[in-house]
Each structure stands twice: as C-alpha cells, then as structure tokens.
C-alpha cells in the first residue's frame, strides 16, 4: 500500500511515525510527504495551530523525520502543475492522509487515491458534519469547555471537514488550563493508532 502523508505538528509527525516504526510499517510504503512552510502566505497561519506559540523544533519536525528516513518531501502549494505532475507520477499514492496541514485539497488530490483520501480532525460524537469542523477545531472545543475530545477520520472532499466518516476514535479527557497546543500533544500519539488501526482493516 502505497501512503502519502499531508501533516505537520504533532498529528503530522506521530502519524509519519506510525507509518514508519509502528505495527503497521512492513506492510506499507510511505511514497512522499507534503508538509507546512510556516513561513508561506498560503497556510492561513493566522487561522491555524502556527498562530500559537511554538518552537523552530514544532515547525520542522515532519520535516526533519522525513528527510531522516529519505522520503520525498514538499513545502510548496499543493494545487500547481510541479506538484500534481509529483505527485500522480511519482508519488502515485493508493491512499493518502491528511494530519494537520495547512492548505486545502482540491478534487484532482482527493480524487487519485483509489483506496481514499482521509483527514484526522478532532470534534466530538456530536453527529457528522461536526459542529467543530473548520481550520482550528481544538479552539472551538474551548471555546464551548467540552471536557473530551475525539479524532474523526473522515474521507476528504470537496466541503470543509464533511466527507465520509469512516470512524471516531476514544475520548480524550480536557485537562484544567490546557491549551490548543496542549491539547495536539496530548491527542496526536492517540490519532496515530487510531488511524492505524483503521488502515489496517483497508488491508486485510
């Protein structure tokens, strides 16, 4: 099974880490990873984990495992003619997941995967579409004291966080005080075996 990883932060890298040293790993092949440029205009920043305090180490660290493992990675804009011609002729994923990344996917992405393209999205077991869809979904988990959150997985399409779900993982507790930036630390190494532990029942 041929993945591409779209993430960053510390959904992006607990999922690469999966995919890469986890259970998972030999039966899969991690072809390419599109990670966040903090510094480029088109992530929305402003709308986005990136607008909180965090270190040089937060921003790179997909980065950095990627290149640690020799993957093929990519910072630029995802809808251009350099990264569609990447990412259909060399990448050629069969699935492809999204964990914290900053820009929108187009049909011509979501649509090339013939097993899917997912995204990780927290909310809560409110129904689907979530009330907590949008670009900074743990903020909204705040702002209304839910005392749990969960991790939906959901196919990509072309709404904001409404396609398919596919699953919801446990609860995770709020603790007192926490943060958005908290809160990814705490529920990212959880999303990660959530989502392998779906991706595995795609192969069997």
């Given at each position: 099974?041929?993945?591409?990883?779209?993430?960053s932060?510390?959904?992006?890298?607990?999922?690469?880490?999966?995919?890469l040293?986890?259970p998972?790993?030999?039966?899969?092949?991690?072809?390419?990873?599109?990670?966040?440029?903090?510094?480029?205009?088109?992530?929305?920043?402003?709308?986005?984990?990136?607008?909180?305090?965090?270190?040089?180490?937060?921003?790179?660290?997909?980065?950095?495992?990627?290149?640690?493992?020799?993957?093929?990675?990519?910072?630029?804009?995802?809808?251009?003619?350099?990264?569609?011609?990447?990412?259909?002729?060399?990448?050629?994923?069969?699935?492809?997941?999204?964990?914290?990344?900053?820009?929108?996917?187009?049909?011509?992405?979501?649509?090339?995967?013939?097993?899917?393209?997912?995204?990780?999205?927290?909310?809560?077991?409110?129904?689907?579409?979530?009330?907590?869809?949008?670009?900074?979904?743990?903020?909204?988990?705040l702002?209304?004291?839910?005392?749990?959150?969960?991790?939906?997985?959901?196919?990509?399409?072309?709404?904001?966080?409404?396609?398919?779900?596919?699953?919801?993982?446990?609860?995770?507790y709020?603790?007192?005080?926490?943060?958005?930036?908290?809160?990814?630390?705490?529920s990212?190494?959880?999303?990660?075996?959530?989502?392998?532990?779906?991706?595995?029942?795609?192969?069997?």
């Amino acid at each position: 099974m041929r993945i591409a990883v779209f993430g960053s932060f510390y959904r992006g890298f607990h999922v690469l880490s999966e995919l890469l040293k986890g259970p998972i790993a030999p039966r899969v092949q991690v072809v390419g990873v599109a990670t966040d440029d903090v510094g480029a205009p088109f992530i929305s920043r402003e709308r986005r984990v990136w607008a909180y305090p965090h270190t040089q180490q937060e921003e790179t660290m997909v980065e950095e495992l990627a290149l640690a493992h020799g993957l093929d990675l990519y910072k630029g804009r995802v809808k251009t003619a350099e990264f569609y011609r990447r990412y259909e002729e060399q990448w050629r994923p069969d699935i492809c997941i999204a964990a914290t990344f900053g820009q929108r996917i187009d049909a011509r992405l979501f649509q090339f995967p013939a097993r899917g393209f997912y995204n990780l999205h927290p909310c809560i077991d409110d129904g689907w579409p979530s009330h907590y869809a949008g670009p900074n979904p743990f903020q909204a988990l705040l702002d209304s004291r839910s005392d749990h959150v969960a991790i939906a997985m959901h196919a990509v399409d072309d709404g904001f966080d409404t396609g398919r779900l596919v699953g919801l993982s446990e609860k995770i507790y709020v603790p007192p005080g926490a943060s958005v930036v908290d809160l990814h630390k705490i529920s990212s190494p959880l999303a990660a075996k959530f989502f392998a532990h779906e991706l595995s029942k795609m192969l069997t």
